[in-house]
């Protein structure tokens, strides 16, 4: 593999892969794959050759954004001027 990009990690997850003892770089450089049993280096390499470096993560929602900041829905249809509910 030449390059890992930013949604590697989530494929990882997404194939069942999250608690191989495995870390990387954006070089592509798996450390501990040496180390995995052969169905899980299987799966690991089908997950790595899926893996698209160039796609990239989904970008949070104006909403998504707000609620990470802290703000509850009474917040924000306070501050955008509409009553309570």
């Known amino acids: 593999m030449s390059r890992i990009g930013p949604t590697f990690a989530e494929e990882i997850v997404a194939a069942g892969l999250a608690k191989l003892p495995i ?3 954006d070089a592509g450089e798996i450390h501990g794959y040496d180390d995995l049993d052969p169905d899980d280096r299987a799966a690991l ?8 470096p ?17 703000l509850t829905p009474a917040d924000l249809r306070a501050v955008l001027g509409f009553p309570p509910q």
């Open 54 to 70: 160039d796609r990239l993560l989904p970008q949070p929602t104006p909403l998504e954004k707000l609620t990470a900041a802290g």
């Open 45 to 52: 390499d089908a997950v790595m050759a899926a893996h698209d």
């Open 23 to 25: 870390s990387w770089t």
